[in-house]
């Protein structure tokens, strides 16, 4: 079973940078691929990035792909979302979550942190 604890989340104004980070332990090899999503009060959470362990494939949404980067250390089983030019409308709890296949549905995942607030906001 694998467990997820996210960090570096915070206040930061328009335009600014926070880069999170997800520790994880118990992973197997199926468990090949994480993945960040955010929710904001009173909307689904949604997909924001995910990454394969093993190459290191990369998936973003649309809305952050030319501001967020998702990476990976495997010798340190963490992930990292370096996230720039960030805007209020990514202000939500960001979650990093675990699973089989890079996916862009929550459901597809079966492991999750407890999650870490971005706010945006001047």
């Known amino acids: 079973q694998v467990q997820a604890v996210e960090s570096g989340g915070g206040l930061v104004q328009p335009g600014g940078s926070l880069r999170l980070s997800c520790a994880t332990s118990?992973?197997?090899?199926?468990?090949?691929?994480m993945a960040w999503f955010r929710q904001a009060p009173a909307k689904e959470r949604e997909f924001v990035a995910a990454?394969?362990?093993?190459?290191?494939?990369?998936l973003y949404a649309d809305s952050v792909e030319d501001r967020f980067i998702i990476s990976r250390d495997n010798a340190k089983n963490t992930i990292w979302l370096q996230m720039n030019s960030l805007k209020p409308e990514d202000t939500g709890v960001y979650y990093c979550?675990?699973?089989?296949?890079?996916?862009?549905?929550?459901?597809?995942?079966?492991?999750w942190g407890q999650g870490t607030q971005v706010t945006v906001s001047s």
């Open positions: 118990g992973r197997t090899l199926s468990d090949a691929a």
């Open positions: 990454i394969r362990w093993n190459g290191g494939r990369t």
């Open positions: 979550a675990a699973g089989s296949y890079m996916r862009k549905s929550p459901a597809e995942y079966a492991y």
